[in-house]
C-alpha cells in the first residue's frame, strides 16, 4: 500500500476515533447526565447500565485506533524530518509528551467510566466530575495536536530539489 495512502487512512481513523470518543463524553456529561437526573433511580441505572455494554465497545475500539495511527503519525513525523535533515522545532518532544501522557489519563478514565470493574466504581458513582475532567482534558489535548500539526509542515514538501533558477546562469 503506498505509504502516502496508509498516511491519510490511519489520520482518518486517528480523527474519528477522536471526534467518536470525545464526542461521546461531551454527550453524556453536557446532555445524557442532565436529562436522567430527572428519572427515577432505577430507570436511571438500567439506562445506564445498557449505555455502558455498547459504549464500552467504542471506547475500546477508540483507544486501539488512537494509539495505532498515534503512533504511526508520530514515527513518520520523526523519520520525514530527519530524511530531510530538517529539525523539528524545539518544544516538538515535550508537547508530544504532554499530550500522550494526557491520552492516557483520557483513555484511562473513558474505560473506568464505561467499564464494570469494581476497582473503579467509584469513579462511575462520580460521573459528572468524572467526565467533566475527561472533557477538559481532550480539550487540551486536541489543542495540544493542533499545536503539533502546525509545528511540522516539512515531510508534507516535495524531497526533491528545487528546480534552478534560469536567470542564475546569467553572468
Known amino acids: 500500500m503506498d505509504p502516502n495512502a496508509l498516511g491519510l487512512i490511519l489520520r482518518w481513523l486517528h480523527i474519528i476515533s477522536a471526534i467518536t470518543v470525545v464526542g461521546g463524553a461531551i454527550f453524556m456529561r453536557f446532555v445524557l447526565l442532565p436529562t436522567l437526573s430527572n428519572e427515577e433511580e432505577f430507570v436511571r441505572q438500567r439506562i445506564q447500565q445498557s449505555l455502558r455494554k455498547r459504549w464500552a465497545k467504542l471506547v475500546a475500539l477508540g483507544i486501539l485506533f488512537l494509539l495505532v495511527s498515534g503512533i504511526y503519525t508520530i514515527v513518520t513525523t520523526i523519520t520525514g524530518f530527519k530524511k530531510i535533515s530538517v529539525e523539528l522545532p524545539?518544544?516538538?518532544?515535550?508537547?508530544?509528551?504532554?499530550?500522550?501522557?494526557?491520552?492516557?489519563?483520557?483513555?484511562?478514565?473513558?474505560?473506568?467510566?464505561?467499564?464494570?470493574?469494581?476497582?473503579?466504581?467509584?469513579?462511575?458513582?462520580?460521573?459528572?466530575?468524572?467526565?467533566?475532567?475527561?472533557?477538559?482534558?481532550?480539550?487540551?489535548?486536541v489543542c495540544l495536536s493542533g499545536t503539533l500539526r502546525m509545528a511540522h509542515s516539512g515531510p508534507n514538501v516535495s524531497e526533491k530539489p528545487a528546480a534552478k533558477n534560469v536567470d542564475q546562469n546569467l553572468p
Open 90 to 141: 524545539g518544544y516538538y518532544h515535550l508537547v508530544f509528551a504532554i499530550k500522550f501522557l494526557l491520552a492516557l489519563i483520557i483513555f484511562f478514565i473513558a474505560s473506568a467510566m464505561a467499564g464494570k470493574s469494581p476497582g473503579t466504581e467509584p469513579m462511575r458513582q462520580k460521573p459528572k466530575l468524572w467526565l467533566t475532567i475527561n472533557v477538559a482534558l481532550a480539550i487540551v489535548v
